[in-house]
C-alpha cells in the first residue's frame, strides 16, 4: 500500500474537516479526490504530507506513520499544494536548484535539467518565476514536487485556473508521470477525474461517500437507466399520464422525452415500444443517456447534505 | 540548514535589501563619525570610535527589524511556508537557517567600519596609539548584540504573515530590551530591584562589552537571550499543528 489512512479525523474549532474516514491506495494507482469546497480534500491531503498533524487516527506513506517518521515521509512524497505557492522572485533554474538542494539530491545539475525538459519548460528556465504565465508556473511547481524522483505524488488541484489548453497540457503530464508512480489528485471537474483516474473517490462533508474503480463507480451509484426518446409528435393529455406510468417523464425539447426508472434497459426500451405502437405513435430516435459521473457527483453530495 | 541559508543571503542580494542596508548603515555611521560637527572623531580629539558604538545600536533597531521582517510573514502570506515545511528538513534548520542568513548580512556591514579603526590607529599620536583592546570587546558586543536583535526581528516575523506588523514589533521588542529596562530601573518605586531590572536589558551587558571587559556572565545573557527568542520562534512557527 502506498498511502494507507485509518480513522483519519480532523477538528478546527470542534468542527469535523475530517471525520473517520479510511482508505487505501495502491502503488501505481492514479487517484482522483473529488469533493465539493470545504469537503476536506485540502486537510487530508495536508496530514497526508506533514503540514498538519492528524486529531485522531492514523495516516501512513509507504508504510510509514506521518507523524513519527514525518521527515521520511516527506522525502517520498512530491506535494503540489493549492494554488501552488512559489517564490517570485527567484529564477525558474535557481528555484529547482534550490529544491533540489533541499532534497539533498545527488545528481543536481542533471536532474534540473531533466526536471525542465520533462515539463517542458525549456524556453521559460531563464525567467523569473513572477514573470511566467499560470500554466507555466503550474508546470514549474509540477517540477519542484518531483525533482527528487518521489514514489508519491500528492496534487492539489493542479489543474484549477488554467486555460483549457494549459488542462490539457497538465492531465498528459501528470498522465505520464503517474505510469510508475501512485498519483493522489484533487480536483472538482468531473471530466478530469474520467480522463486521467483509474479510481475516485468521491468526499463530502468530510465523509467519504465513494470510493470504487471509475468505471465501477457508475454502475454502484447508479441513478436508474435514462432512456431518451423522440416522437413524431408532442405528446399531451392522457397519453402523457400513460407513458408516466412507466417511469419519470421529463421533457426535453418539443417532441424529445427523458424516461428514467430503476428498470432494466431492455425492458424499458420494449415498454416504451410497445406505448408507442399502443397510441400509434412514431418513434423517430431511441437511446440510453449516459450516466456521467458529474450525476453521480452531485447526488451523493446532495442527498448528504 | 545551509540550503536555506543559501537562498535566503540570495534573496536579500536579488532584492537589494542587503545592499540598502548596509548602505544607510554606512552613510550614517559614516555621516555621524566623520562629517556632522558635534559627533566628528576628528575634532573630538580622542582615538576611538565610540560614537559609532553608540549609534550602531540604535541604527541596528531600524536596519535588522527591515533585514527579518520578511522571513517568515512572506512565505506565509505567498503560501511557499507550505511547500518549505513539506520539504524533509526539521523545522529547526529553517528557523536557523533564516536565523544565520540574517546574522551574516548584519556581520557584512559591520566589517567595511574595521576600516575607520584603520584610520584611527593612523591619526593617533603616536601612532597606533589605540586601545585596542576596548576596541575589540566593542565590536564583539556589537556582534553579540546584532545578534539578538536578529532574533528578536525573527520572532517578530513567525508571528505575522504582515510585513510592516512585523517591522514594527521588531523595533518596539528591540528598543524596549535595549533600553526600556534601563529607563524602568530608574524609577524611585523601583529602587530596590533596579539593578535586577537594568540587568535585563541589552544595553547593560553591552557597555560592559564595550569596555574591553569579556564577562562570560554578558556573554550567558546575550546567548540566552538568542536561545529564548529563537525558541519562542519555533514554538509560534509550529502554530498552525495547534
Known amino acids: 500500500m502506498s498511502i494507507r489512512v485509518e480513522n483519519l479525523t480532523k477538528t478546527y474549532k470542534k468542527q469535523n474537516a475530517i471525520d473517520h474516514i479510511s482508505f487505501d491506495i495502491k502503488s501505481g494507482e492514479i487517484v482522483g479526490f473529488l469533493g465539493p469546497n470545504g469537503a476536506g480534500k485540502t486537510t487530508t491531503m495536508k496530514i497526508l504530507t506533514c503540514y498538519l498533524p492528524p486529531s485522531a487516527g492514523k495516516a501512513y506513506v509507504?508504510?510509514?506513520?506521518?507523524?513519527?517518521?514525518?521527515?521520511?515521509?516527506?522525502?517520498?512524497?512530491?506535494?503540489?499544494?493549492?494554488?501552488?505557492?512559489?517564490?517570485?522572485?527567484?529564477?525558474?533554474?535557481?528555484?529547482?536548484?534550490?529544491?533540489?538542494?533541499?532534497?539533498?539530491?545527488?545528481?543536481?545539475?542533471?536532474?534540473?535539467?531533466?526536471?525542465?525538459?520533462?515539463?517542458?519548460l525549456e524556453r521559460?528556465?531563464?525567467?523569473?518565476?513572477?514573470?511566467?504565465?499560470?500554466?507555466?508556473?503550474?508546470?514549474?511547481?509540477?517540477?519542484?514536487?518531483?525533482?527528487?524522483?518521489?514514489?508519491?505524488?500528492?496534487?492539489?488541484?493542479?489543474?484549477?485556473?488554467?486555460?483549457?489548453?494549459?488542462?490539457?497540457?497538465?492531465?498528459?503530464?501528470?498522465?505520464?508521470?503517474?505510469?510508475?508512480?501512485?498519483?493522489?489528485?484533487?480536483?472538482?471537474?468531473?471530466?478530469?477525474?474520467?480522463?486521467?483516474?483509474?479510481?475516485?473517490?468521491?468526499?463530502?462533508?468530510?465523509?467519504?461517500?465513494?470510493?470504487?474503480?471509475?468505471?465501477?463507480?457508475?454502475?454502484?451509484?447508479?441513478?436508474?437507466?435514462?432512456?431518451?426518446?423522440?416522437?413524431?409528435?408532442?405528446?399531451?393529455?392522457?397519453?402523457?399520464?400513460?407513458?408516466?406510468?412507466?417511469?419519470e417523464v421529463k421533457s426535453i425539447t418539443g417532441t424529445t422525452y427523458s424516461i428514467n426508472s430503476s428498470k432494466e434497459e431492455d425492458q424499458l426500451k420494449s415498454e416504451v415500444f410497445n406505448f408507442a405502437v399502443k397510441?400509434?405513435?412514431?418513434?423517430?430516435?431511441?437511446?440510453?443517456?449516459?450516466?456521467?459521473?458529474?450525476?453521480?457527483?452531485?447526488?451523493?453530495?446532495?442527498?448528504?447534505a | 540548514?545551509?540550503?536555506?541559508?543559501?537562498?535566503?543571503?540570495?534573496?536579500f542580494l536579488s532584492s537589494l535589501i542587503a545592499i540598502i542596508v548596509i548602505v544607510v548603515f554606512l552613510v550614517a555611521n559614516g555621516l555621524f563619525i566623520w562629517?556632522?560637527?558635534?559627533?566628528?572623531?576628528?575634532?573630538?580629539?580622542?582615538?576611538?570610535?565610540?560614537?559609532?558604538?553608540?549609534?550602531?545600536?540604535?541604527?541596528?533597531?531600524?536596519?535588522?527589524?527591515?533585514?527579518?521582517?520578511?522571513?517568515?510573514?512572506?512565505?506565509k502570506r505567498n503560501g511557499t511556508f507550505e511547500t518549505l515545511t513539506t520539504k524533509p528538513v526539521t523545522d529547526m534548520s529553517i528557523i536557523l537557517g533564516k536565523y544565520?542568513?540574517?546574522?551574516?548580512?548584519?556581520?557584512?556591514s559591520i566589517l567595511p567600519t574595521l576600516l575607520y579603526y584603520y584610520t584611527v590607529h593612523t591619526l593617533a599620536f603616536p601612532k597606533g596609539n589605540v586601545d585596542t583592546g576596548a576596541l575589540w570587546g566593542s565590536y564583539l558586543g556589537l556582534v553579540m548584540l546584532s545578534a539578538g536583535y536578529v532574533s528578536i526581528g525573527l520572532f517578530a516575523s513567525v508571528i505575522t504573515d504582515n510585513q510592516i506588523v512585523s517591522f514594527i514589533v521588531s523595533m518596539f521588542l528591540c528598543f524596549f530590551f535595549y533600553s526600556v529596562f534601563e529607563y524602568l530601573s530608574?524609577?524611585?518605586?523601583?529602587?530596590?530591584?533596579?539593578?535586577?531590572?537594568?540587568?535585563?536589558?541589552?544595553?547593560h551587558h553591552y557597555r560592559n562589552i564595550s569596555r574591553g571587559i569579556v564577562d562570560t556572565r554578558d556573554i550567558v545573557y546575550f546567548i540566552s537571550l538568542i536561545v529564548f527568542f529563537i525558541w519562542l520562534t519555533k514554538i509560534i512557527f509550529n502554530s498552525r499543528k495547534w
Open chain 2, 186 to 203: 530608574s524609577f524611585d518605586f523601583l529602587k530596590n530591584s533596579e539593578f535586577y531590572i537594568e540587568w535585563l536589558g541589552i544595553n
Open chain 2, 100 to 108: 544565520f542568513a540574517g546574522l551574516i548580512i548584519v556581520i557584512f
Open chain 1, 124 to 247: 521559460e528556465q531563464n525567467k523569473q518565476i513572477g514573470q511566467l504565465s499560470k500554466g507555466y508556473r503550474q508546470r514549474v511547481g509540477l517540477a519542484q514536487a518531483m525533482i527528487h524522483d518521489p514514489s508519491v505524488l500528492i496534487l492539489d488541484e493542479p489543474t484549477s485556473g488554467l486555460d483549457p489548453n494549459q488542462i490539457a497540457e497538465i492531465r498528459h503530464l501528470i498522465m505520464n508521470i503517474g505510469r510508475e508512480k501512485t498519483v493522489l489528485l484533487s480536483t472538482h471537474i468531473m471530466q478530469e477525474v474520467e480522463a486521467m483516474c483509474s479510481r475516485v473517490m468521491i468526499i463530502n462533508r468530510g465523509e467519504i461517500v465513494a470510493n470504487g474503480q471509475t468505471g465501477e463507480l457508475k454502475h454502484l451509484f447508479s441513478v436508474g437507466n435514462t432512456l431518451l426518446a423522440t416522437f413524431n409528435k408532442t405528446i399531451s393529455g392522457e397519453f402523457l399520464a400513460s407513458l408516466e406510468e412507466l417511469g
Open chain 1, 279 to 304: 397510441h400509434q405513435l412514431i418513434i423517430t430516435e431511441m437511446k440510453m443517456a449516459e450516466h456521467s459521473l458529474e450525476e453521480i457527483f452531485k447526488n451523493v453530495t446532495k442527498s448528504n
Open chain 2, 1 to 11: 540548514m545551509l540550503s536555506i541559508l543559501q537562498k535566503e543571503i540570495r534573496s
Open chain 1, 62 to 120: 509507504n508504510g510509514l506513520d506521518v507523524e513519527e517518521n514525518s521527515i521520511e515521509v516527506r522525502r517520498q512524497i512530491g506535494y503540489l499544494p493549492e494554488h501552488n505557492p512559489l517564490y517570485t522572485d527567484m529564477y525558474v533554474k535557481e528555484y529547482l536548484q534550490f529544491v533540489g538542494s533541499v532534497y539533498k539530491i545527488k545528481n543536481k545539475h542533471s536532474r534540473v535539467k531533466e526536471m525542465i525538459s520533462l515539463t517542458g
Open chain 2, 35 to 75: 562629517v556632522f560637527k558635534e559627533t566628528n572623531l576628528l575634532d573630538q580629539g580622542y582615538a576611538n570610535i565610540d560614537p559609532l558604538f553608540e549609534l550602531a545600536p540604535i541604527i541596528f533597531i531600524f536596519l535588522i527589524s527591515a533585514i527579518t521582517m520578511r522571513s517568515f510573514s512572506e512565505e
